[in-house]
């Protein structure tokens, strides 16, 4: 007679977490008498609330965000002895001899080339169906791209990234339905609510890391699909079914080929300002503070303009995906924004690599692509049994075969050609591996330039 479905359910991890968060996940009596009295919390909230329980998900997000914003008034970010997600350090760049060689450019241009044939090649060969499946898949490229900005760049480690995405949703469906915006403006305004709902959440959280996060991104999570942007609370958000908008006032998406055109497209766009931005100077500043905060602070950088970017910008891409996943299923439906989907598409980033671009693409195809295009037993491979054995063997993620085999090809490529260049098997990784000041030596070079 055990309620065994929610015993077992994300629910019955918030308290819990929420209880540790409280207590600081060190002293046990202070953790069972926190936990005692969430539950006392709970059973009243449940009592008072009638026929609105899910406003119990509000109050765990309220009290999560309560503990941080006092354990920062007592600075009590110390009690997190990590100070980032450390494990997602940068592919090492190729030396800059070899990047010149002209062997090494026709190659660079032909995988970019055979990319963008493979997203033209799937538009025409994939039926209708398939090609809404193919097009959900690039909105969850540009989700895992977000994590990549937030987690892999910056190391601040977010569980409640749809919930990002679900702000972008309800934008996207209010400015569309509602006001009868264009695409482009919609996606602009979705992506925008995206980065400010983002730098709101990461506000509170400027000072703590790891464990603190993860929890409190995790209880927005929830109470964001259960209740803050639910429909049956909230009778504002558009019901039933969105008409799909023009874009630029000329190409109407009145097929599913034309919404996976616009979504592959801007899938693209995410890819190319996100790798702009990693080689820019913000990008080696959100690595440095990854790496070492201390020593950042010390070349001048500032940690709160530096973390609310990278939230901002990590918003900014969910918010895009929100947006076009409203515009795919041409309804608003809490379902995609869920808590549980918030820790899939973290894991799918991790197991693609969270610190690399082409990581976050590898992980959205592997993960969401996997399941509904892999035949049969197959499908068991994106599942949880195949991302245990993916992260045993491979640590840094599939991506990780990715660079072993251009580290292999440039190793040969140099010791043909007579360079003379440091080995770059093993050598896997370059963040987080000065052991002056932990800092990437772009970002070091970069901040020496500032100052």
């Given at each position: ?191 925008v609510c995206g980065a400010a709902a983002a730098a709101l959440v ?250």
């Open positions: 007679g055990l309620p065994l479905s929610a015993t077992v359910s994300i629910t019955a991890l918030i308290p819990a977490l929420t209880a540790l968060v409280l207590a600081g996940a060190e002293c046990l009596p202070a953790v069972a008498v926190t936990a005692v009295s969430l539950g006392i919390l709970e059973q009243g909230v449940t009592w008072h609330s009638g026929n609105a329980p899910t406003r119990l998900y509000v109050v765990y997000a309220v009290v999560v965000f309560a503990g941080l914003l006092i354990k920062r008034t007592r600075n009590a970010a110390r009690d997190d002895g990590t100070s980032s997600w450390l494990i997602a350090d940068d592919p090492r760049r190729l030396p800059e001899v070899l990047s010149r060689l002209t062997l090494v450019r026709t190659v660079r241009v032909a995988a970019v080339a055979i990319g963008v044939g493979v997203v033209v090649f799937l538009g025409v060969w994939l039926g209708p169906a398939d090609q809404q499946k193919a097009a959900t898949v690039a909105c969850f490229v540009l989700i895992t791209l977000s994590i990549v900005v937030l987690t892999g760049w910056a190391g601040q480690v977010s569980l409640g990234q749809m919930s990002f995405a679900a702000v972008g949703a309800v934008a996207g469906a209010v400015a569309v339905a509602t006001w009868h915006w264009d695409l482009v403006a919609a996606l602009g305004f979705a992506g990461g506000l509170p959280s400027l000072r703590l890391r790891g464990f603190y996060l993860a929890v409190a991104t995790l209880a927005l999570a929830l109470a964001t699909s259960g209740y803050l942007l639910n429909r049956s609370v909230f009778p504002w958000i558009p019901n039933g079914r969105i008409n799909r908008p023009t874009v630029l006032g000329a190409f109407r998406l009145t097929s599913e080929g034309s919404m996976y055109a616009v979504c592959a497209v801007v899938a693209i766009l995410g890819m190319l300002a996100t790798h702009g931005i990693r080689n820019s100077h913000t990008g080696r500043v959100l690595r440095a503070v990854r790496g070492n905060e201390a020593a950042a602070q010390a070349y001048g950088v500032s940690l709160l303009r530096a973390k609310l970017t990278a939230f901002a910008v990590s918003g900014f891409l969910a918010g895009l995906a929100g947006c076009l996943l409203t515009m795919i299923s041409q309804q608003y439906s809490e379902d995609p924004y869920t808590a549980p989907q918030s820790i899939g598409v973290f894991t799918a980033a991790v197991v693609g690599g969270v610190g690399s671009l082409t990581g976050a693409v590898i992980g959205a195809v592997f993960a969401m692509g996997g399941t509904w295009f892999l035949p049969g037993a197959w499908q068991l491979l994106p599942s949880a049994i195949g991302v245990l054995g993916v992260l045993l063997v491979l640590p840094g993620g599939l991506a990780e075969i990715v660079f072993r085999l251009r580290d292999a090809a440039a190793s040969a490529l140099a010791s043909r050609k007579g360079i003379a260049i440091p080995s770059l098997r093993g050598q896997r990784f370059d963040d987080a591996d000065d052991e002056t000041a932990g800092l990437d030596p772009e970002a070091t070079s970069s901040m020496e330039h500032a100052s």
